[in-house]
């Protein structure tokens, strides 16, 4: 089993849905959890960041972390064309990694107009 | 802000052959990091600076790759002699410190024929 499992897609969607991408991870020992977001030909920049579980929002993206289940979330209200890119999970328990981060796949969204 | 530098941006090579690709990171920032991204996969962590010290270097497959940050700024990563399976997007990534938001730079997109 990978220490994080994500589904890499690929997820179209009608503008202005509800996108709902998820991580899965055995790593009990994860503390810090991350969403990136990658435009084809570019760097992953940081979107959504979260320490242990419970939910954080910034504008349309809602991020979500239950550690009891090993279950990550990102939410994206009122998709837009401009959202469509790959979504990259990342976590870390950084004390014990110095501050190393294991990815997910990412999953390629598509959002149409 | 200038953001984290990688030069070059593509390059293709034939097996067996070497490559180096640079990177400079944020100023003032002194962590760096070099992931190897392959298609459809997440970043995977290669090697991790702070200033001029190797932190981590476990994924590093050292009988190929070779990495050094001279006067804990600019960085250079060299694969040599390349195989196949090296094709891969190279990202240099940058932090203030282990822990804090690591800053990504555009790639390099090596093909190895």
């Known amino acids: 089993q990978k220490e994080v499992e994500q589904d890499p897609g690929p997820l179209s969607v009608p503008e202005g849905a509800i996108v709902s991408l998820n991580c899965t991870y055995s790593n009990s020992a994860f503390q810090y959890f991350m969403w990136y977001r990658q435009y084809s030909r570019k760097g992953p920049e940081l979107l959504m960041y979260?320490?242990?579980?419970g939910n954080k929002e910034d504008g349309r993206f809602t991020a979500q972390v239950d550690k009891s289940s090993k279950y990550i979330s990102l939410f994206i209200r009122d998709s837009q064309p401009s959202d469509s890119a790959t979504y990259l999970c990342a976590m870390s328990d950084y004390g014990g990694s110095q501050g190393n981060l294991i990815f997910g796949k990412g999953t390629k969204l598509s959002v149409k107009p | 802000e200038a953001g984290v530098a990688q030069s070059p941006r593509y390059k293709i090579i034939e097996k067996r052959q070497s490559v180096a690709f640079w990177c400079n990171p944020i100023s003032g920032h002194a962590t760096l990091y070099w992931y190897q991204q392959i298609l459809g996969q997440g970043p995977k962590l290669l090697i991790q600076f702070q200033n001029n010290g190797v932190v981590d270097d476990s994924q590093l497959p050292k009988d190929r790759f070779s990495a050094e940050r001279l006067k804990g700024v600019d960085s250079t990563l060299k694969i040599q002699p390349a195989k196949l399976e090296d094709s891969a997007v190279y990202l240099c990534?940058?932090?203030?410190?282990?822990?804090?938001?690591?800053?990504f730079g555009p790639g390099t997109r090596l093909t190895v024929t």
């Open positions: 979260t320490y242990s579980s």
């Open positions: 990534a940058s932090s203030l410190a282990v822990g804090n938001e690591q800053y």
